[in-house]
């Protein structure tokens, strides 16, 4: 597995810096999507992960499905740093500044509170179910605003981040670099898994759950 992601990794590198043509108006800046979108898919993935583990913690009581939405969240959070720092490099390079209170950067610093007190929730608890409880509650209610901050919200406001779109009204992509953006999702989307998983591995061999 780490050696097709390896490899998969390779490819997908190869394909953008060597493949992948410039984009009308934002020339080879463009390659950054390659690596901003997957990023950006992944947290939400993280978090929607953190939050149906919670759901099973409620339900069934294995502490097994904490350390999972533990291990989801913590993932979530890296995850939507290298988002955040990914969009603000590209805000630089493209608006010249890192950092405009454009909408989306609005609303992902405002996920990352929320799911910063997440993780001091955690911290400042002794581990237990009484912990898991109220993790599983928040991470549940937290994917609740996931939709209204990453999707809704800033499709209500003018913004120069280039829409979400493809071949839309937002970022014009080609079949070559569509191709190459799937291969980025499903690598980085394996990256994450790996991660995931031994995350959870080492939440439960350090005992955090029990």
Not at 97 to 108: G, K, S
């Amino acid at each position: 597995m780490r050696a097709i992601l390896g490899l998969l990794t390779l490819l997908v590198l190869g394909l953008v810096f060597f493949v992948v043509p410039p984009a009308e108006g934002l020339g080879y800046y463009v390659r950054l999507a390659f690596f901003h979108i997957p990023v950006a898919w992944v947290a939400v993935l993280a978090f929607f992960i953190s939050a149906f583990e919670g759901g099973r913690f409620l339900q069934k009581g294995e502490m097994l499905a904490d350390a999972k939405s533990a291990a989801a969240a913590q993932m979530g959070f890296f995850f939507v740093i290298l988002a955040t720092v990914s969009g603000a490099v590209f805000s630089k390079l493209t608006w010249g500044a890192y950092w405009n209170w454009d909408p989306r950067q609005t609303t992902i610093f405002v996920l990352l509170l929320i799911y910063g007190a997440y993780l001091t929730l955690r911290g400042a608890m002794p581990a237990g179910r009484k912990r898991a409880k109220a993790a599983a509650v928040y991470a549940l209610f937290s994917f609740l605003t996931v939709p209204f901050l990453v999707f809704i919200i800033p499709r209500l406001y003018f913004s120069l981040h280039p829409s979400p779109v493809i071949n839309g009204s937002g970022l014009a992509m080609d079949t070559i670099m569509i191709a190459v953006l799937m291969a980025a999702l499903v690598d980085v989307t394996g990256i994450f898994y790996g991660l995931y998983r031994w995350q959870t591995k080492r939440l439960l061999a350090e005992g955090e759950n029990v």
